[in-house]
């Protein structure tokens, strides 16, 4: 088992920069990819980012691409996700999940694990 622990959402400024981390703990000595997720109130989960395990390749949604990076340590058993230049449109609940795979996954059914979730609240 593994539990996933995001924070450092919050309610910030159009154009204003966040980052979120997701704390592993666990069987964390497992390799997993990791993914962020979000989900806006009515809408559908939404896939933003993954990361393999290595942390030498990363996949972007194009929504995210060129404003959201996503990194990882290993040693601290860490994932971070770091905005910039949000907009109101990124507010939702920000997820990270864990997939028992060496390969980048976008579809959230890969995954196995999930956080509870950490709230981004973006004003204009």
């Known amino acids: 088992q593994v539990q996933l622990v995001e924070s450092g959402g919050g309610s910030v400024q159009d154009g204003d920069s966040l980052r979120l981390s997701c704390a592993a703990s666990?069987?964390?000595?497992?390799?997993?990819?990791m993914g962020w997720f979000r989900q806006a109130p009515g809408k559908e989960r939404e896939f933003l980012g993954a990361?393999?395990?290595?942390?030498?390749?990363?996949d972007y949604a194009d929504v995210v691409k060129g404003r959201f990076t996503i990194s990882r340590d290993n040693a601290k058993n860490t994932v971070y996700l770091q905005m910039n230049r949000v907009k109101p449109g990124d507010k939702a609940v920000y997820s990270c999940?864990?997939?028992?795979?060496?390969?980048?996954?976008?579809?959230?059914?890969?995954?196995?694990?999930w956080g509870q979730g950490t709230q981004v609240t973006v004003s204009s």
């Open positions: 666990g069987r964390t000595v497992i390799p997993y990819s």
């Open positions: 990361i393999t395990w290595s942390g030498d390749s990363t």
């Open positions: 999940a864990a997939a028992y795979t060496t390969a980048l996954q976008r579809d959230p059914k890969k995954y196995q694990y």
